[in-house]
């Protein structure tokens, strides 16, 4: 999936937006972001929502199942594939 994405490695780290992930801890994904959407309806806690637009997703202090640590969820779409990012 990384391969449909026309862009360098440093490039897709910007499109994050200041948030700086390691390269490595990047997930590739064909969800989208609306299947982030519904997906955080039935996570343990859905966090707090910090921005929702066409191309980008994010929501602070998720847990996905109870006893999990909480963390920040940012989703970037590039078209036919989302890049995701935990921290």
Do not use: H
Not at 10 to 32: A, L, N, V, Y
Not at 56 to 70: A, D, L, M, T, W
Request: aromatic share 12%.
């Amino acid at each position: 999936m990384r391969q449909e994405i026309k862009l360098t490695d440093e490039e897709i780290i910007e499109m994050f937006d200041g948030r700086d992930p390691d390269f490595d801890s990047i997930i590739f994904t064909r969800d989208t972001i609306e299947n982030f959407k519904t997906a955080r309806k039935g996570w343990s806690d859905g966090g707090k929502l910090s921005r929702d637009d066409l191309t980008f997703y994010e929501v602070y202090f998720v847990q996905s199942r109870k006893g999990e640590p909480r963390k920040n969820l940012t989703v970037v779409d590039f078209g036919t594939v989302r890049a995701c990012y935990l921290a």
